[in-house]
Each structure stands twice: as C-alpha cells, then as structure tokens.
C-alpha cells in the first residue's frame, strides 16, 4: 500500500484549511514544553554526573555525556528516544520530545565531576597518562566495580627480565617459507670470471685510502695517484676529472659520490677536502681544516664527513660558508673506514687503533665533541671495510686487517654483535647485495680473492678469484649486479656476481633516473 | 596429585589440582608466546601432555611464590579471577590478557568430600592447555620485548599481602577476545579466556 500513503501525504499537503500536522511546533507547545524539560533534564544529568549505571559500558556514559554537552539537536540515549511519541499524535504532552534546557544543564559542574570523580590511587599510575588512568578507573567501576565486590591486586614484585638483546624467537616461526626461496637462490650461477677488466696504472696500494666509488649515474670515479678519472659505466668513455699540480708529492687519498652522483668529493693528501662537479669538470669548493691526509669521506644528504690520518672526523656543511660544522675525536690513529647508515642516523668509523664507533647524528647540528654511542673493540686490527645494510638500517658488516681477518655483523641500535666469522684473511672491502641479501667481502694475502657470503647464516656462497695483488676497494655497481674491486695489481675487475634472473629482471626497473634534479645544486648556487 | 586414584576429591585435592593447573598453564603461555627464550625451558610430561616448563631459576622462584599465595587464596575460595598481563616494556601497554575465571563453590570446608572422575578433571585440564599451545596460530606476533605480570581478583574484604598490591584491570583497549575450554574440579572451576589487541 505504499503508494496509496504517497498519494495521501500529498493530498494532505495540499489541503491548507486543515490543522498543521508537520513543521515548527506552535510557540504556546514550546513553552509548555520547556516547562516540562527543566525536570528531565535535571534527572539525566544527574544520572550522567554519577556515571555509575553498572550495565552500561564506558563508552555509553561517556557518550551520554558528550551529548549533555551538544543537546541542541538529539536526544539522548535510550531515555530520550522512548518518550517520542508516535507520528500521528500530535497532543502536546508532558515531555514528549527531549528539549534540552541549557539554563538548567550545569553543564561544567557535570564536566568537572566527570573528569575530577577519578582520583587515581594505584601505585603505577605514575606510568599511566590523565586519560588512561580516568579510562581505567571509569572501566572498573562500571565493569567490576561494587556490583562484583572484588579486589584486584597484583603482585608487586616484577617478574625476571628476559636475557638482553633476546628477541622473539617465534618470528621464525612465521617465515620458514621465506628462508626455502632464499636457499634456493644460493643454487644460481656465478661466474667465476670477471666480467671486464679495466687497467688502473699507477693505483696506489694503500690499505687506507678508499680510491674508487661508483656513482648513481653509473659514472665510476678512480683515483690513480695524483689524478681522478671517470669511467662512464654506461658507454665506456673515460675522462680526467683533476689532476694535482704538485703531482710528484700530492696524491688523491679518497673519492665519494654525493647519492644523486651529481658531485664528487675528493679528499687530498694535503688534508684538503674538494667539491668537483663532473658534468663541468669544474672545482667547486676548497674546504681545509684537516692537519693529515684524508682517507675516508661520506655524504649524508648536505653534510660530508671526512676522516683524517690525525684520527678526527670532520662534519663539512657545504651549503654555507663556514663549512665545519662538527669534529668527532673518537680515534687515536687514521680513520679509514667512514659510512653515514643509509637512513643518515648513525656513522660508523672505523680507524687503524682497531676501534670501531658508532655515531648518532645529532638533532639540526652536530655538536663537537660528543661521545660514540657505541665503541666496539673487537677488531684486532684496523677496520676499514664498513658495510651498513641496506634492509635492515642498524645493521653493520665490518671487516678488520691482517691480524684480525674477521667479518662481524653488529646491530648498532643495541651494540649487540650479531654474527662474527673467521675469513683467514685480510678484510678490505664489505658489500652488500640487497638483491640475493648476500655479502661480498675483499681479501689479501694467500688468495686476493672476493667471497660471497650468505647472509645471515655466513656461509660462503662463492670465491672470485683472479687478482694477483691484494683487493683494496669495493663498489656495487647502482643497479646492484656489478661489483668493481680495484686491486694492487693496478687492475680493475668487473664481476657480474648479482646478475638477477631474466624472469624477476622484468618485475624490477631499477633504471637510474637521470633527470633527478641534484639537491645540492640548488644549494650551491 | 592428591587424586589421583581415588574419585573423590576434598578442598585440599582440589586446591593442589588447580595450582598445578596454573603452574603449567603459566609456563605453557611464557613459552608459546616466546616472553623467554625457548631454550630456557624443558619438556615435562603431565596429565599425558608435553608441556615446557622455565628452567631459569629466577623465574622459577617468580612463579613459585605466585602459585603459593594463590593456594591459600584457592583453599579459602577467596580467588575469583587470575590474569596474566603481558605488556609491552617500551610503552607499557597491555598487548595481551590471559584470564582464569575460577568460580569457587563456597559452601565447601575442609572435610567435605565430593565425588568425582578423576578423568573428566584431567580431559578438561588437557584441553585447556591443548588450547593454550594452539592459540599461537590465532594470537598476533609479539613484535617488541614484552613482560608480564599476574593480577588476583579476590574477595573484597581479603587482607592483600605485604608483596601485593591493589591495582586496575588492565584491560585492553579495543580488543578481541577468545574463549577457551573450561574445566572443574567440582569445588573450583576454572575458565580461561584469552583477549588480544585487535588488529587495524
């Protein structure tokens, strides 16, 4: 029958003689109504105010208050809605409708006895915020409170703390699938063959120095003695960046790519640390204030640090003029192994005093002077292969000298040393592949080899050999497939060891944009 | 156990049934939610279940001191409810309730004696802690450290301890919750029930 109503509404609304059945209420209804209301509400609020309805739940009271607060426009809870008369009578009876009366709501007096009745007497309630200890209070009372006639006590002594750095081991529980792919991977060919080899005359052997780094851009920069080449990864061309004028004493000690591989920062022998932009082959900076030699460099978005031979580390904002900005003493000797953490919140240094710290980038500066979060001693030598990885951000690979021979795995969040392996020989250089979650690490004397391992079982994966002089330096090439490692033997040798397969190589474009607009240039000019 | 080979059962029987109840039961839930190492438990047969229980000597003594105070509790059917809390330590939320309502019949004293299947208690306590064991594939993963921490809901005119202290609920805030098996003893019964946080 409905379309029999339809056509009753409209007959009704288009009859005007009759009594008005719908709209306002008449004024002489309002003011008998308001008379009435003054009593409900007194009544509601007073129920509200006391908040202890044991049936309801919290969240009802509380609502119920809220409304107090707004009455305007609903009416409150069940109460108010049962009272609503039925469409058709329209006899204005006592308390029909739920009005609310704001003259005779008190409604700050309702408010404050709501949030001031809870007086927390718990002894841990100094742990707990105003709004939990309120919620907490307020629960109890409506959930067990005097209906229940129970106490609820707990013991007071805290129970034995698990061992430190103990995580849930159940997490292994929930990824034995993925360890099964993982193992599979491990079958994959390697080729024990370098992919390229690249003449690299005049290559310094020096332990301490970090001479090649490969930038975003696929442009490789290698310093051989006094000069800097670029190597175009991409087509092959090959050009001289710099070249020292005191060529015979001064030598390129360090080079590092900004993370867009816009700028190269080359530290000198002279304790000089420069700013080059490739594309003008042009010096952009001068900044000194190291006394030595400096080995090591690395950019953390705006802000270079650089290790020196006197054992500091130097913070360079090359944005302004006054560019240092911080000194970390951490070292009695050469700092040779520097790495910013790839979310730029910690800078492990290592140094040839077999010290390895670990940094906290400060809030806005960094101040001098301050102390390492953590200071590893294990290395029983130098420690210049440094590795953060790139999955996991508080994790660290680092790998001592000739008498330590060691790879170790840190969480630096904890100082908790994860994993530690005997490689039986020098370590020089650390990589990690985030592709088949693998390390590489570089090694001297007897073999001058690579060595995959598997992470996190540190099982040897694969040995590159073909270097007849220790491996000095490491890079991952930035679509992560290629490792270039720079050797005594004055040799650069290719290696396509992360080569991913031809069915995910689809899945993943890991092509470099090249129009990234260099976030440093808009600083530097 | 004080039962088992006769089918009646007095305060004392019962009351040594259930805290070995909790014994186990507590022990069960430290290990299957991984609070302590697995390593730091061993495997005990009781009731005809393998179940883990802490060798760590400072947890041990933790716990024995809690059943102990609870057998009291339990032969003056003053206990109505036990909770174990586990909390994350780094903000200190409750991220999981375990709770025990155990229902005591009052009109029990020291001498009554009740009859009552020996097996049934056992079926019913094996399938609580069966249950405990299988809530691992519904419960969330406990992702940061957490610890925990046993409440008593007692009688209200019970003298609290010296090492107890009165305190809140510690109820979760918006959670879901699990009833598990329940089983009696005839003078306490016990029903577990677990709740979690819910996930977003």
Redesign the interface.
């Given at each position: 029958m409905a379309h029999f109503d339809l056509e009753n509404e409209v007959n009704s609304a288009l009859r005007m003689d009759m009594p008005l059945t719908r709209g306002p209420l008449m004024r002489w209804q309002r003011r008998e109504q308001g008379q009435n209301n003054s009593s409900i509400n007194i009544s509601l609020n007073a129920s509200v105010a006391s908040a202890k309805t044991p049936s309801k739940s919290l969240n009802k009271s509380l609502n119920s208050g809220a409304y107090s607060k707004t009455p305007n426009s609903k009416t409150p809870g069940s109460a108010g809605r049962k009272k609503t008369p039925s469409k058709g009578s329209k006899t204005p009876s006592a308390a029909d409708r739920f009005i609310p009366n704001r003259s005779t709501t008190h409604i700050d007096a309702a408010h404050y006895k709501l949030c001031t009745q809870t007086q927390p007497?718990?002894?841990?309630s100094l742990?707990?915020s105003p709004s939990r200890q309120e919620?907490?209070?307020l629960?109890?009372e409506n959930?067990?409170g005097d209906a229940?006639?129970?106490?609820?006590?707990?013991?007071?002594?805290?129970?034995?703390?698990?061992?430190e750095g103990?995580?849930?081991?159940?997490?292994v529980?929930?990824s034995t699938s993925k360890v099964g792919t993982a193992s599979k991977k491990t079958t994959r060919h390697i080729s024990q063959q370098p992919d390229r080899i690249l003449d690299a005359p005049e290559i310094l052997d020096d332990y301490y120095l970090s001479l090649i780094d490969w930038s975003a851009q696929n442009v490789l920069a290698v310093a051989l003695g006094s000069c800097v080449y670029l190597w175009d990864a991409s087509h092959g061309n090959i050009t001289l960046l710099l070249q020292q004028e005191n060529a015979g004493a001064d030598y390129v000690s360090c080079v590092n790519w900004t993370s867009d591989g816009n700028h190269l920062a080359v530290g000198l022998s002279t304790g000089i640390v420069e700013l080059w932009d490739p594309s003008q082959q042009k010096r952009l900076r001068s900044m000194s204030g190291h006394a030595a030699r400096v080995g090591s460099l690395s950019w953390n978005s705006h802000l270079l640090s650089s290790g020196s031979r006197s054992g500091s580390i130097h913070h360079h904002d090359v944005r302004v003029a006054q560019h240092h900005v911080g000194t970390l003493l951490g070292h009695s000797q050469e700092v040779c192994g520097l790495k910013w953490s790839p979310n730029g919140k910690q800078l492990a240094s290592g140094g040839n005093d077999n010290i390895l710290n670990i940094w906290q980038a400060g809030s806005g500066s960094l101040l001098t002077g301050a102390e390492p979060i953590h200071t590893f001693n294990q290395h029983q030598a130098a420690v210049k292969a440094l590795a953060w990885c790139p999955w996991q951000h508080n994790v660290l690979a680092s790998g001592g000298g000739t008498a330590d021979r060691h790879i170790q795995i840190w969480n630096c969040n904890n100082g908790v040393n994860l994993h530690s392996v005997d490689t039986n020989s020098q370590v020089c250089a650390l990589l990690w592949s985030p592709e088949y979650k693998e390390i590489i690490s570089g090694h001297g004397y007897t073999q001058n080899q690579l060595t995959i391992w598997k992470y996190p079982g540190l099982t040897k994966v694969a040995e590159l050999t073909g270097h007849t002089a220790r491996v000095l330096h490491m890079c991952l090439s930035p679509d992560g497939t290629t490792v270039v490692s720079a050797a005594a033997d004055e040799t650069l040798r290719l290696w396509k060891c992360f080569d991913v397969d031809a069915a995910t190589k689809k899945n993943k474009s890991k092509s470099v944009t090249k129009d990234n607009p260099s976030s440093l240039l808009m600083h530097l000019r | 156990m004080a039962t088992s080979t006769s089918n009646v059962i007095t305060l004392k029987g019962s009351t040594d049934i259930v805290a070995e109840f909790f014994n186990y039961g507590l022990n069960s839930i430290l290990y299957q939610?991984?609070?302590?190492?697995?390593e730091t438990f061993t495997h005990t047969q009781q009731w005809g279940v393998t179940m883990l229980v802490t060798c760590?000597k400072?947890?041990q003594a933790?716990l024995d001191?809690?059943i102990t105070?609870l057998k009291t509790w339990l032969t003056d059917l003053s206990v109505?409810?036990l909770v174990l809390v586990i909390t994350d330590i780094a903000t200190?939320e409750v991220v999981e309730r375990w709770q025990f309502d155990i229902e005591c019949d009052k009109t029990v004293t020291a001498t009554t004696k009740r009859d009552v299947s020996d097996k049934d208690i056992k079926e019913g306590i094996r399938s609580v802690i069966r249950q405990i064991t299988a809530s691992?594939t519904f419960l969330p993963?406990?992702?940061s450290?957490c610890?925990?921490?046993?409440?008593?809901?007692?009688?209200?005119d019970?003298d609290?301890p010296e090492?107890?202290?009165?305190?809140?609920?510690h109820?979760i805030?918006n959670s879901e919750e699990v009833k598990l098996k329940s089983f009696s003893t005839s003078i306490h019964s016990v029903k577990a029930a677990v709740a979690f946080k819910k996930s977003d």
């Open positions: 007497n718990v002894e841990d742990m707990l919620y907490k209070q629960m109890n959930l067990n229940l006639q129970k106490k609820i006590i707990s013991f007071n002594e805290k129970p034995p703390q698990a061992p103990y995580l849930n081991n159940l997490r529980l929930y | 939610r991984g609070l302590y190492p697995p760590d400072e947890l933790f001191k809690i105070q109505a409810k200190n691992v993963l406990l992702e450290t610890s925990f921490n046993i409440l008593v809901y007692t009688d209200k019970l609290v090492q107890w202290g009165e305190t809140g609920p109820l805030i």
